[in-house]
């Protein structure tokens, strides 16, 4: 066999001569060609990001020699490159001449990778890294093939994405940079410890040769039982001639690999492993200490280490390692997980026909399996797990060996684990019902989950069993093929993947909630319901599922009669009515994303029932399929609702459902069916919960097949909606089809659409408001694109209803001639409108004469004209009808409205003669010192009839100057209780002089908002002291949030 790593010819110039094109050229023709098992397990963009010297680097690493050179000439000739060919074939004839008949005995010359190869010496003699792999091949790679993520003592293993990854990084020849040190991280069961297995063993194999002459493959969990020792001895170097040849290669600077498994289950006191460091492979160290002395390169300082952990101990692995490359292990990919599920029930290919019967048999187990999974999306994603995709497979195999529907298998996480250990309980005893000594192991190993969960225990060593009066060494094979894992060498176990884990030790925390008393204990629910318990400890989370999962009567039954464990069926009312430190129930101390999961989990329709009736209002946020399935089950089981807010993120529904519209049911892609009969169940809700009167369908994503399921469903509903919302939705006719929807209905009084195309939303809405059963009193339209045109056929519809009261146009493109077209119809005796918000729709002083018309309306209270172009000459117009006597507005908004200080003056004439007004926002406009003068003036006269509750000059660009005028004039005035002059620059004194001048007498304001020093002692004391003097007083400091629009004020228009 021939083995990559030595090349009779310089490919790194031949490439070089290469210009961009041709080398793109050059990469294209190699991909065609048929490529050694070796090359394709190089990601596809390394070698096409790689330059010319990069690329020789790839292919001398990863192909064989001969192979290379009769591929690199054919290319080159076909690029019509002759002369580069040419160069290939004369070195080639000239390194054949030059070939030496025998190996020398020297050091080997640099990058020849003469000891990278398996083959023998001149005298025939056995080199000692061979015999070093093979070694490593008799003792290892036949246990560790067995634990290639096994179909259970058969052999299956996917070969995957992050090893591909993993071989780059390990790489030490590539010209890509390099890191000396690589960390696979990831969760438990995720595969890092096969992934670094399989580096070995391919290592073993001569797979990666040509990269180190030596490797070694320590287990961390070995460590923990070894007595001090040397270094030699921790690698096994014993063997004085093998000790000779490694201390040669690392004379001659040679790369090796070490390989560094579980560094998270390592067990060593706080800080120990950065102390006594040595570099001296004889001196007697703790093995923890020798480690890291390895890890700091201390031992050897050139070595390629990779170092694989949970995640969790990233900060330790960073304190002990020098810029470490990080690969994250997610386990499966959806292909990968695919994958696995084929290998596994197909088998191999048959050659005669009941082979391929049974193949064909198999692949149609696979793809049930697989469809069943799938499902339930949750459980599908826990298959990227290879540890546990092995524990799926092997229950859904003997479900339906027993004739089981693996869909009810799949239906939650309990029933998958709870069916796995059923089964495998069943099928090892040959009984329904296991004898009394295993019913005690059983319990034993569930109390041992528990306490290793609690304790955060990778790994479970002699002494935890013996707490529990268990011999390790002796207990049932069930034990130790299903549930607890030994390794190869040593002494400790592990649950063989975290949902069984989690599974037995949820059954004791439900067996310690039944006797839940005064006194908690380690296993009290109340102690995992902590939100500082399960930031520590997330495990905490998984299992919470599990015990909700418990929950389920037909688990509890089965529990009992099969497994020996008793649980009570009262125990799920303690979710319920156990009440904690906070006076509430237990469920109600998760997040609601948590709650609706958990109450999913447990497939009691009578406990959903019971625990949704806690809720009156609830606020959905679906990011994913899962989420709609659990919401799906728990509101359709609801009765209590009042209030709804629902936001669907894009991607939870396929967003192209045209298929769905055009074929017929049964053809449906599983997966969209799926979804259909969650999103109908979840409509569900809208009849069951007969008090709900608002809803909220915000910034979500919908497609056709789902909007018109909504549709269908509200009409037909018990409810009775009184308020809806519809902000950014999609598709686009979503808000035409709701409104639609909304045609006559009786009940509806408050509508919000917003973010919506208006050209296609207006001529629905219109018959809407004309429907005489139409009792809409609030509208709003905001953020929505037209024309005047529509404009103008909407608006006569206005005059119609009788009802309607409040009317939102914020945000829209309405122009001067739009609202021109609305004061048409406002003038009608028919219109009611009492509120009305024109804020930011193009208008300028040309519409105030229209508006002023309106003004005087006897219906008209409150207007917000915020953020349009008025300017002095247009709030002149609207002051002279705001002064008139019957005007009975009472809050005005001309916030950002272009004002100066020569506006003031008709602003202070119109408070003079009207006393409707209570509440005038002026702020973000420049009225200076003079404006604020002028304002005070009016403010402070003791004969006028001036009822001003509230006046808001934030941002008018007062300055020092105007403090003492709004003194006198907090002083003189008897109505102001509301004074914000935030974002003014008033000077470091102007709260001292506010409140010296309050001081004096008890006067009506009650809020004042300015900016100030907070953390300025004397300011402190002084607030204080106004506080005592002045209760009803609140002085709050310039504090304006940058995401909001302007602050949060009390004169809301709505």
């Given at each position: 066999m021939e083995h990559p790593g030595l090349l009779n010819f310089n490919l790194k110039d031949v490439l070089g001569k290469l210009d961009k094109t041709e080398l793109d050229d050059f990469k294209n023709a190699l991909k065609k060609c048929s490529l050694p098992d070796m090359l394709k397990q190089v990601p596809k963009l390394t070698v096409n990001l790689a330059n010319g010297a990069q690329l020789a680097e790839i292919l001398t690493g990863y192909c064989p020699s001969g192979w290379l050179e009769k591929v690199t000439v054919q290319i080159l000739e076909e690029m019509n490159r002759?002369?580069?060919?040419?160069?290939?074939?004369?070195?080639?004839?000239?390194?054949?001449?030059?070939?030496?008949?025998?190996?020398?005995?020297?050091?080997?010359?640099?990058?020849?990778?003469?000891?990278?190869?398996?083959?023998?010496?001149?005298?025939?003699?056995?080199?000692?890294?061979?015999?070093?792999?093979?070694?490593?091949?008799?003792?290892?790679?036949?246990?560790?093939?067995?634990?290639?993520?096994?179909?259970?003592n058969e052999d299956i293993y996917v070969d995957t994405e992050s090893y591909r990854a993993l071989m780059m990084a390990c790489n030490?020849?590539?010209?890509?940079?390099?890191?000396?040190?690589?960390?696979?991280?990831?969760?438990?069961?995720?595969?890092?410890?096969?992934?670094?297995?399989?580096?070995?063993?391919?290592?073993?194999?001569s797979k990666q040769a040509q990269m180190f002459p030596c490797a070694f493959y320590i287990s961390c969990r070995e460590i923990n039982n070894i007595d001090p020792c040397t270094f030699a001895h921790l690698l096994f170097m014993d063997n004085n001639s093998w000790r000779a040849h490694v201390t040669k290669q690392i004379g001659w600077d040679r790369k090796f690999l070490f390989v560094v498994d579980g560094f998270d289950e390592l067990v060593a006191p706080a800080g120990a492993l950065l102390c006594d460091l040595c570099s001296d492979w004889d001196t007697v160290q703790p093995a923890a200490v020798l480690l890291t002395s390895l890890l700091k390169r201390k031992m050897v300082p050139h070595a390629t280490l990779l170092v694989t952990t949970r995640t969790k101990a990233l900060q330790q692995i960073h304190l002990m390692t020098d810029q470490p490359m990080l690969i994250e292990m997610k386990g499966f990919s959806e292909q990968e997980t695919q994958e696995y599920f084929r290998k596994y029930f197909n088998g191999e290919e048959g050659e005669d026909e009941e082979q391929e019967e049974e193949e064909e048999e198999g692949k149609e187990k696979a793809l049930r399996a697989l469809s069943a999974v799938k499902g339930n999306a949750s459980l599908f994603r826990m298959a990227s797990l290879p540890a546990t995709c092995g524990i799926l497979c092997l229950?859904?195999?003997?479900?339906?060996?027993?004739?089981?529907?693996?869909?009810?298998?799949?239906?939650?996480?309990?029933?998958?684990?709870?069916?796995?250990?059923?089964?495998?309980?069943?099928?090892?005893?040959?009984?329904?019902?296991?004898?009394?000594?295993?019913?005690?192991?059983f319990k034993k190993i569930c109390t041992l989950a528990a306490d290793s969960l609690l304790e955060q225990l990778p790994v479970l060593c002699e002494e935890d069993f013996l707490k529990l009066q268990l011999d390790p060494n002796k207990l049932h094979p069930i034990i130790y093929k299903y549930i607890l894992l030994k390794n190869c060498s040593s002494k400790c176990l592990s649950f063989s993947c975290l949902g069984i884990q989690q599974l037995l030790a949820a059954i004791i925390f439900v067996?310690?909630?039944?006797?839940?008393?005064?006194?908690?204990?380690?296993?009290?629910?109340?102690?995992?319901?902590?939100?500082?318990?399960?930031?520590?400890?997330?495990?905490?989370?998984?299992?919470?599922?599990?015990?909700?999962?418990?929950?389920?009567?037909?688990?509890?039954q089965k529990l009992k009669t099969i497994l020996g464990c008793q649980i009570s069926i009262g125990v799920k009312k303690k979710f319920l009515e156990c009440e904690s430190g906070e006076n509430k129930p237990f469920l109600l101390l998760m997040d609601l994303p948590e709650i609706l999961s958990c109450l999913y989990e447990s497939q009691e329709e009578g406990l959903v029932k019971e625990a949704m009736a806690l809720f009156e209002e609830i606020s959905l946020h679906l990011k994913t399929n899962t989420d709609l399935m659990y919401a799906s089950f728990c509101l359709k089981n609801s009765q209590n609702l009042q209030t709804m807010s629902l936001q669907v993120e894009k991607g939870v529904f396929p967003e192209n459902d045209a298929s769905l519209e055009s074929t017929a049911q049964d053809q449906r892609s599983q997966d969209d069916q799926h979804l259909l009969t969650f999103w109908t169940d979840f409509c569900d809700m809208f009849n069951s919960n007969e008090k709900l009167v608002s809803l909220d369908i915000s910034e979500s994503f919908f497609n056709s097949s789902l909007l018109q399921i909504l549709c269908?469903?509200?009409?037909?509903?018990?409810?009775?909606?009184?308020?809806?919302?519809?902000?950014?939705?999609?598709?686009?006719?979503?808000?035409?089809?709701?409104?639609?929807?909304?045609?006559?209905?009786?009940?509806?009084?408050?509508?919000?659409?917003?973010g919506g195309k208006l050209s296609t939303v207006l001529p629905s809405l219109c018959e809407v408001v004309k429907n005489p059963a139409c009792k809409l009193r609030f509208l709003r339209l905001g953020s929505c694109s037209t024309t005047v045109e529509k404009w103008d056929d909407f608006f006569p519809a206005l005059k119609v209803s009788q009802v309607l009261t409040c009317l939102d146009?914020?945000?829209?493109?309405?122009?001067?001639?739009?609202?021109?077209?609305?004061?048409?119809?406002?003038?009608?005796?028919?219109?009611?409108?009492?509120?009305?918000?024109?804020e930011n729709c193009r208008l300028t002083e040309v519409c105030c004469k229209d508006l002023s018309l309106v003004i005087i309306s006897q219906t008209l209270t409150h207007l917000n004209l915020a953020k349009n172009i008025l300017g002095d000459d247009g709030i002149k117009i609207l002051c002279e009808s705001l002064s008139h006597t019957k005007c009975i507005l009472q809050t005005l908004v001309l916030w950002s409205c272009n004002i100066t200080s020569n506006g003031?003056?008709?602003?202070?004439?119109?408070?003079?003669?009207?006393?409707s007004l209570e509440h005038l926002d002026l702020g973000q406009n420049r009225i200076g010192t003079i404006g604020a003068k002028i304002l005070c003036e009016v403010l402070k006269e003791s004969k006028s009839q001036i009822n001003l509750k509230s006046l808001w000059l934030c941002g008018c660009s007062i300055t020092p100057l105007s403090c003492k005028d709004i003194s006198e004039t907090l002083r003189k005035n008897k109505s102001l209780n509301t004074l914000d002059l935030a974002h003014n620059t008033l000077g470091t004194d102007a709260v001292k002089t506010f409140c010296e001048e309050l001081k004096l007498k008890v006067c009506p304001l009650q809020t004042l908002r300015l900016k100030f020093d907070g953390a300025n002692p004397s300011i402190q004391k002084l607030i204080q002291e106004m506080k005592e003097s002045h209760p009803q007083l609140t002085i709050k400091n310039d504090q304006l949030d940058s995401k909001k629009k302007r602050p949060s004020l009390p004169h809301c228009i709505f």
């Open positions: 002759a002369d580069l060919a040419g160069l290939v074939t004369k070195q080639l004839e000239e390194a054949a001449l030059k070939s030496p008949k025998k190996v020398s005995s020297s050091a080997p010359k640099e990058d020849t990778g003469t000891l990278f190869f398996m083959e023998k010496g001149a005298q025939g003699a056995e080199k000692p890294e061979h015999r070093h792999k093979k070694l490593w091949k008799s003792e290892y790679t036949d246990k560790w093939r067995k634990s290639l993520w096994p179909k259970y030490p020849k590539a010209e890509m940079p390099f890191a000396h040190t690589v960390v696979l991280h990831g969760p438990p069961g995720s595969g890092k410890s096969t992934m670094a297995k399989r580096l070995m063993v391919g290592w073993s194999e229950s859904l195999e003997l479900g339906m060996k027993s004739g089981e529907d693996p869909a009810l298998t799949c239906q939650t996480h309990t029933c998958m684990f709870l069916s796995f250990l059923c089964r495998v309980f069943s099928l090892e005893t040959s009984e329904d019902s296991l004898n009394t000594e295993l019913h005690t192991l067996q310690e909630l039944e006797q839940e008393g005064k006194n908690v204990s380690k296993y009290s629910i109340q102690n995992m319901l902590s939100r500082e318990a399960r930031l520590k400890n997330p495990n905490l989370s998984g299992l919470l599922m599990f015990v909700f999962g418990l929950l389920n009567e037909t688990w509890i269908e469903k509200l009409p037909s509903a018990r409810c009775c909606l009184q308020k809806v919302v519809l902000k950014n939705i999609s598709p686009d006719d979503a808000y035409e089809k709701l409104c639609l929807v909304f045609n006559g209905y009786e009940s509806l009084s408050h509508l919000t659409l917003e146009l914020t945000d829209n493109e309405l122009s001067d001639k739009g609202a021109k077209l609305l004061c048409k119809t406002w003038k009608q005796p028919t219109c009611k409108l009492q509120r009305v918000s024109l003031c003056h008709h602003i202070a004439k119109m408070l003079r003669q009207t006393q």
